[in-house]
């Protein structure tokens, strides 16, 4: 089985200045630092709002931080009349490894439906950005017992027509709605079994070994007394964390997990 390397993103969502980020990230990286985080084994990410990524970068790559940044969308186009959108030529251009791509707050408050987010996965790739693709299913939806079909419908219409190559630089995170921002999170075999799910259409829509690479996050009121367990799912490789990224003292914890007690993964 491929090594999966695990993934802690913070979708800083619309919180923090320019400023408010510089101060966080410098703070993140020297709290992971005393922690003796291995960056190497255990990648981090910020995702911080759009004008917040200059500076992040300038304090990321100046200070030569380990810490991994991107945005939180992107436009499908390239370029042109297009009015306040952002391209993902200049999110690459600023050294964005990801960016967030379908996240339930953009489906729900901005109408994005499956075929705009597969037009931003594939705008995504067309600049050498790592889309984080969101699925996940509504309360209703799972009371219905449709979790994992709803999941499954989304991923594949967000992926149709790629290639295998372009699958293995997507990382999927499955966000049920329900468990966003709420407290609610769901258990580990809830996630287990989304996840597990996922990584087997992976496989069906692609090779083994492709989808034994593709990093699957989970999303979903992540705390630091709650990531170990989740984290110790086989096919959950990692979090997207929203309210507690802004935490400092938290998200490194959580990007810490395996020294947590008991902590595995
Ligand atoms: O992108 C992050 C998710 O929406 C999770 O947010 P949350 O950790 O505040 O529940």
């Known amino acids: 089985m491929a ?3 695990p993934l802690l993103a913070g979708n800083w969502k619309m919180n923090l200045d320019h400023l408010q980020a510089t101060h966080l990230v410098q703070k993140l990286d020297w709290s992971l630092r005393d922690g003796k985080h291995d960056f190497a084994a255990v990648e981090v990410a910020v995702l911080p709002p759009f004008t917040d990524l200059r500076s992040v970068q300038t304090i990321i790559q100046g200070d ?20 306040g959108e952002i391209s993902g030529a200049f999110l690459a251009k600023l050294g964005c490894t990801y ?3 379908g996240h339930s707050e953009r489906r ?29 299913e509504a309360l209703e939806v799972r009371q219905a017992g449709e979790q994992v079909a709803h999941v499954l419908a989304q991923l594949d219409a967000a992926l149709d027509g ?5 699958v293995a630089q997507v990382v999927v995170a499955y966000e049920p709605v329900w468990a966003i921002g709420t407290g609610e999170v769901a258990t580990p075999a809830d996630a287990q079994e989304v996840c597990g799910a996922i990584r ?10 492709t989808a ?25 490789d990692g979090a997207l964390v929203g309210g507690a990224s802004i935490e400092v003292d938290d998200f490194s ?13």
Request: hydrophobic residues 40%.
């Open 99 to 101: 960016v967030v791509v």
């Open 108 to 136: 729900a408050l901005h109408g994005e439906d499956d075929a705009v987010v597969a037009a931003k996965v594939r705008a995504a790739l067309r600049h050498g950005l790592s889309p984080i693709l969101c699925v996940g």
């Open 64 to 83: 030569k931080l380990a810490i991994r940044f991107g945005g939180q969308d992107l436009s499908q186009h390239d370029a042109g009349a297009y009015t």
């Open 3 to 5: 090594e999966r390397i």
């Open 200 to 209: 087997t259409r992976l496989a069906e829509l692609t090779t083994g070994d």
């Open 212 to 236: 034994d690479g593709v990093r699957i996050l989970y999303g979903g009121s992540v705390k630091p007394g709650n990531v170990a367990a989740i984290m110790a799912e086989e096919d959950v």
């Open 162 to 166: 790629l290639t295998a190559e372009e």
């Open 253 to 265: 914890s959580i990007c810490r997990y395996r020294s947590h007690h008991g902590g595995q993964g």
